[in-house]
């Protein structure tokens, strides 16, 4: 019988599993435009489009198609002086066929009027798309009437234009905004986590939960080795729960037994179980196993070492063990795993 993942941890190991093995209903793909403006701000689009992209290498199948548009030329000028190759020009992007639209804006993009802009992002929500703004990009949103009666996140430097030009708009002192069909952001740090929200609401919070684990794991003050962001920013988190996660994560090569960990944290066995079911979704003997094998793939991506050296840096008393586990959980033999990861780099 095929094992899977059952802890945090598969949120970690989800983009090397088999995709047949992922959970989830077949998803159609979504096709999301960012119109990038002359001087639009790099960090606040490449925040947005990580998002999605990633999503999609933990998805089965692709979620989104990400289509960069230009202005009147196919090279925009970022904030960074960085140039941009788009896919095509605004002029001859086929709205009517979009699921989001997203403006690009920054610090330095001029806020005027623009009748081909309004006229595709009113053709784009007359056909169902979803319209967004990045830092002041919603302004454009506003000018073609399509933000009266929504909430909207917009830098703080631009609110009180907004107010004065667009009384009907509701500006929010939110970092980002969905409010029904429209989203927003208020400057280049919060892209990422308004479109995080957008994959939540489409995807659910598994797949969030995943890409999180990939883009958010340097968020802490330090930065561990096998890293679970939902367990790692929780505040509320038991400190015997905590002491017995980080005796795992020091001890992969030398496993412990479980009953030496319940006495080096101080409460029996039994605590100790239903703290790890409570918070990790696991026993603590599956958890450490899923630790190890996860160590184990992070090695055979980044080293040359030998599987038997692999199998004992990640607590395995034989390399046919190793191989049983690795192929159990990932689907696929582990030096296979290495071949197949070494050729997509």
């Known amino acids: 019988m095929r094992s899977s993942f059952e802890s945090l941890l598969k949120n970690k190991n989800m983009a090397h599993l088999d995709r047949n093995l992922r959970s989830g209903p077949a998803m159609p793909k979504r096709r999301v435009a960012f119109v990038l403006l002359d001087n639009f701000s790099m960090m606040a689009f490449t925040g947005a489009v990580d998002a999605l992209v990633t999503a999609n290498l933990m998805s089965p199948t692709p979620l989104y198609e990400v289509l960069v548009v230009g202005g009147a030329d196919a090279v925009v000028v970022s904030d960074l002086g960085i140039a941009i190759s788009a896919g095509c020009r605004l002029v001859d992007l086929d ?54 009666g929504y909430e909207c996140a917009f830098h703080p430097d631009g609110r009180a234009m907004m107010a004065e030009l667009f009384p009907k708009v509701k500006l929010s002192s939110h970092s980002h905004v969905l409010d029904r069909e429209r989203i927003s952001c208020a400057g280049a740090n919060s892209s990422l986590g308004m479109m995080l929200e957008v994959v939540r609401r489409s995807c659910g919070e598994q797949l969030v939960c995943a890409i999180e684990e990939v883009l958010s794991c340097d968020k802490m003050q330090e930065v561990m080795d096998v890293s679970v962001v939902a367990v790692d920013y929780d505040p509320t988190l038991p400190q015997a729960l905590k002491v017995a996660l980080e005796l795992m994560h020091n001890n992969i090569d030398e496993p412990l037994v479980v009953d030496e960990i319940a006495t080096c944290v101080g409460i029996s066995r039994r605590q100790l179980e239903r703290l790890f079911c409570r918070h990790v979704n696991a026993t603590p003997s599956r958890y450490y196993l899923e630790l190890r094998l996860t160590r184990a793939r992070q090695l055979l991506q980044q080293t040359n070492k030998s599987l038997a050296d692999i199998a004992v840096a990640s607590g395995f008393v034989s390399i046919s063990h190793f191989r049983r586990c690795f192929r159990e959980f990932f689907d696929i033999a582990p030096g296979r795993f290495r071949t197949t990861s070494q050729a997509r780099r």
């Open 95 to 148: 709205e009517k066929r979009l699921d989001m639209l997203v403006m690009c804006g920054g610090f330095r993009v001029r806020l005027q009027a623009d009748p081909l802009i309004r006229s595709k992002l009113r053709s784009a929500e007359a056909a169902g798309a979803m319209l967004g703004g990045l830092w002041n990009g919603a302004y454009f949103l506003a000018e073609a009437g399509l933000l009266d």
